[in-house]
């Protein structure tokens, strides 16, 4: 709707077996990986009356449990001439997070009153039993994958319409990180079975105090504090290391440029949406760049997804490149 690429926005997910991929447009596709045949799919926007989000579906599915498990948030039949981006007029149908068989692409539940957003479900362990993360449009959601039944659901979201969740939760122990750029800010919160607890909350429409902005990009977390982007667009944005505990600021850098991290065994390489990166080391008291490298001749903007490192090789995807990159192995 806005003229930027047309995707794809999510990672493939695959079982060794077959290869799951969830396009732009809500194509639920699983295929053979050995030679890429068709198993099966589902046009969830049809089968579910998804009222277009801004950008598509930017979301990759999880496999657990013989499930393939994706965010859908579908709306009913009187919401279907609803313009698409106008997410302020529709109202969720029960399908925010929806679990397919694997086997035969047939539902298997479906759950949450919520629409859905950009980030991808993840699981974590709460009191031994395996629970699913949403952070949907409105809410974080937790779901009970053998049931199908939300556990409970924390709001976190800007009033803006056209604000978005993207991050991905941040798991450390029984304390889960939440973001978002546009309001509201980050969340810590310590959760359990029941309705969880927030250790701490950014103050709301306070840019400039709160510990991290997350848009698109989900922090790393090492050794207790999280490294990652804080900002919405240039020059509103800056890489930062942040104490989880806490919600302390311990350093920033004055780039003004929006970034995606990952890591690579003891280290960080930050990828600005221009093509250049940084090899980082994680350090809490300084930004501690140990190596700089420009691609920016060879890869146009936007470079939005994070770095993907296989063994000694590194890909990095721009607007309409991708570059396989070798790492020196000494």
Not at 116 to 131: F, H, L, N
Not at 216 to 236: A, H, K, M, Q
Request: net charge negative.
């Amino acid at each position: 709707m806005y003229g930027y690429e047309t995707g794809p926005r999510g990672t493939p997910t695959s079982d060794g077996k077959s290869i799951v991929t969830f396009g732009c447009d809500g194509e639920l596709c699983c295929r053979d990986l050995a030679d890429g045949t068709l198993k099966w799919s589902v046009s969830t926007n049809k089968a579910y009356g998804v009222v277009q989000n801004f950008f598509g579906v930017g979301s990759s599915p999880l496999l657990l449990d013989s499930m393939v498990i994706v965010p859908v948030g579908g709306s009913p039949p009187e919401d279907q001439q609803i313009a698409p981006g106008r997410l302020d007029r529709v109202i969720p149908n029960g399908s925010a997070l929806v679990a397919f068989d694997l086997a035969s692409g047939e539902e298997v539940w479906k759950c949450g009153g919520d629409l859905a957003s950009y980030s991808s479900p993840r699981t974590m362990k709460i009191a031994d039993q395996t629970v699913v993360l949403l952070y949907a449009r409105n809410h974080l959601l937790a779901v009970d994958p053998a049931l199908g039944k939300v556990l409970w659901k924390v709001p976190h979201r800007a009033d803006m319409l056209e604000s978005v969740n993207a991050m991905m939760p941040v798991v450390d122990g029984d304390r889960v990180f939440i973001s978002e750029c546009y309001q509201v800010g980050s969340r810590l919160l310590e959760v359990s079975l029941q309705q969880p607890t927030t250790l701490w909350l950014d103050t709301p429409r306070n840019r400039r105090a709160q510990a991290m902005r997350c848009h698109w990009s989900t922090p790393i977390l090492v050794d207790g504090f999280l490294y990652g982007c804080s900002g919405r667009n240039n020059p509103d944005s800056d890489f930062r290391c942040v104490e989880l505990a806490s919600g302390k600021v311990q350093w920033s850098d004055d780039r003004g440029m929006r970034t995606s991290v990952t890591r690579v065994g003891e280290h960080l390489v930050v990828l600005d949406e221009y093509g250049r990166i940084e090899i980082v080391r994680p350090n809490p008291e300084k930004l501690e760049i140990l190596a700089e490298y420009d691609f920016s001749d060879q890869i146009r903007t936007p470079c939005w997804a994070a770095p993907i490192v296989v063994g000694n090789r590194m890909l990095v995807r721009g607007d309409r490149h991708v570059l396989c990159l070798a790492i020196p192995t000494r």
